[in-house]
């Protein structure tokens, strides 16, 4: 073909431009959900602030908030309680992109009214779900294949993203970083194009300036990245013991929720948004997002000392018990005020330990910090980077910045096998990410899989009759069937070179004695994935495969398997063309 042609050829491919318009139609719907949820969590907690002067209704509110959210979720929609992330990587990696259609209105209703009655969790964990729930519908609506769904899914997600926090480079990465975990060129032009226009539409609905005030100089110097080292432990360190202390607290109060009282009308939860509301009575700005605590650390005017670390303690407590007791919400804002405090602590100890050095402003570590919480927690460095510098145009600080967060995700993988996002998938051995050997492996199964060709011999036969057979395949394993096809074991020739060569012993020995009756079968719908397990409890090369009544139906063998792993572990690692 002339190459003239060819980029005829090319240009004329249409899928790439149906796929960005349908990225388009995404970004919108994204972004009017990320409006709805981040101006009615605005406005609302806003009207409620007179409540929160009397000291009953800082303590009441986010106990209400929190049941009240618990119930819409869980008995009006009848969705899985929690922040919802873990979800939407479940429906990207085990259900090709499917979510229900309610789950868009689901997790913003329940999150609106917990984090505006001062539950202390972000927007990005319900918005993440709603707005995966948008891309999904649209797809099905569509009728695109799966993987066009998948990829609408995550522009539904980078979009949702890009638009409530002001910051699209920060959707398109978290996108791919989490919840794709894969960078591919057909990946990122729609996902780009969806976040985009959600971001647009977010700055005119709501503004164009980012999520915080800076006004603090972000100068820095060698020094400071020195410093930048230390503090990116110190961030990995509190990440680990944020995502432990939320697990432990899940773990305690799942015993707690024994029956429909305790579970689905969040009674358990309310108990927790007590705590918070008792917590919010010491320190209220630890209920709600607590985006105030972090523009006034970037803004220079918090005082560092023993009010600011009690000020972490207690917000780390109120994330804790607000996250743990499974009340809608996310992790973003948690771990950005937690950084902030963090590195705003830090960088007072410096200037009160070493005045003479010169060290940047508390609110440059401040900002550092915050990145390191995000990427440590999440054990997602680019996002974390990301979302600090476009949600304070701090991006005079980038390099330690990028040394914090990098540190940051070191100490948190120490320590922890998985991140906050993956962890319960990873647990339960479902998360399925792709070009894995658990995700190729669990989306093929032994029915589809079998030999081309298999041998079978009845019971009753001699190893005569089985001698006959020889000379009219190249198998050298038989199945052992009865009358109604059903598998009562295997032959393997090659353990019976020391009778089928001697005629008079072959002819009286029936085949049913020197058969494995205790060959390992595999169901035709097992996947490869637990196929692969029997193969090596067994040790055996080729299997017999059955049907739910155990007739046999043909044989496997690792042969085969490998071939087609391998077939199909180029074909999932390829750059995919849309």
């Known amino acids: 073909m002339k190459r003239e042609a060819l980029f005829r050829t090319r240009g004329a491919r249409r899928e790439p431009w149906q796929l960005a318009a349908a990225a388009v139609a995404v970004g919108v719907a994204s972004a009017g959900v990320a409006v709805a949820l981040r101006s009615g969590v605005h406005g609302l907690f806003g009207a409620l602030e007179p409540l929160r002067q009397e000291w009953w209704g800082m ?3 986010p106990a209400a908030g929190a049941m009240l959210g618990v119930f819409i979720i869980r008995v009006l929609f009848r969705e899985p309680g929690g922040h919802g992330v873990p979800a939407v990587l479940e429906a990207v990696t085990r259900k090709a992109g499917h979510m229900r259609r309610r789950s868009i209105v689901s997790r913003l209703l329940g999150s609106l009214v917990n984090v505006a009655l001062g539950g202390s969790a972000g927007l990005e964990g319900p918005i993440v779900y709603s707005a995966a729930a948008v891309g999904s519908t649209l797809a099905s609506s569509m009728r695109v294949a799966e993987r066009q769904r998948v990829l609408l899914l995550a522009c539904g997600v980078a979009g949702g993203i890009g638009a409530i926090f002001n910051a699209p480079l920060t959707g398109m990465i978290f996108a791919m970083e989490v919840v794709l975990a894969e960078w591919t060129l057909g990946a990122l032009l ?28 972000m100068e820095w110097g060698g020094i400071d990245l020195a410093a930048s080292a230390v503090l990116g432990a110190c961030a990995g360190l509190l990440s680990v013991a944020l995502v432990v202390m939320i697990f432990a607290a899940e773990r305690f109060t799942r015993r707690l929720k024994v029956g429909f ?9 309310g108990l927790g948004g007590l705590c918070v509301g008792l917590l919010g009575l010491i320190e209220p700005g630890a ?3 607590g985006y105030e605590a972090v523009s006034a650390a970037l803004s220079g005017e918090m005082v560092a000392g023993g009010a600011l670390l009690l000020f972490l303690l207690i917000k780390l407590l109120a994330t804790t018990i607000t996250l743990g007791s499974n009340s809608p919400g996310g992790i973003f804002a948690p771990s950005l005020v937690l950084g902030a405090l963090l590195g705003y602590g830090f960088g007072g100890l410096l200037h009160w330990i070493m005045p003479e050095m010169g060290f940047a402003t508390p609110a440059f570590f401040a900002l550092a910090a915050m990145a390191g919480l995000i990427s440590g927690s999440m054990q997602a460095p680019f996002t974390g980077i990301m979302l600090a510098l476009e949600t304070t145009n701090g991006w005079t600080g980038t390099l330690p910045l990028i040394l914090v967060s990098v540190l940051s995700v070191l100490v948190s993988r120490t320590f922890l096998r998985h991140s906050f996002y993956t962890w319960e998938l990873a647990e339960r051995g479902e998360l399925m990410r792709p070009g894995s050997d ?3 492996l669990s989306e093929m199964h032994a029915g589809e899989m079998m030999d081309a060709e298999s041998v079978t011999i009845q019971s009753g036969q001699s190893l005569d009759d089985l001698a006959r057979l020889l000379p009219t395949t190249v198998r050298n394993h038989f199945a052992v069937i009865d009358a109604q096809q059903k598998l009562l074991g295997m032959l393997d020739l090659t353990a019976l070179r020391g009778v089928i ?13 020197v058969m494995d009756a205790q060959v390992a079968a595999i169901p035709e719908s097992q996947d490869l994935l637990g196929a692969m397990e029997v193969f090596e409890a067994s040790g055996a090369w080729v299997l017999p495969v059955v049907d739910a009544d155990g007739r046999f139906l043909g ?6 398997l490998f071939d087609r792993y391998r077939t199909e572990l180029i074909v999932q690692t390829a750059d995919h063309r849309v």
């Open 59 to 61: 303590l009441l509110l």
């Open 190 to 217: 729609p996902i780009a194009v969806s976040a985009t226009v959600a971001t647009e539409i977010g700055r005119y609905a709501m503004s164009s300036e980012g999520a915080f005030r800076v006004d603090a100089v």
């Open 261 to 269: 009282l305790t579970s689905k009308l969040g009674v358990v939860a």
């Open 287 to 289: 209920i709600g997002e």
């Open 438 to 440: 658990s995700r190729i």
């Open 501 to 513: 060569f001697d005629e008079p012993l072959r002819r009286v020995t029936p085949v049913d004695t």
């Open 555 to 560: 044989t496997l063998s690792k042969s085969t």
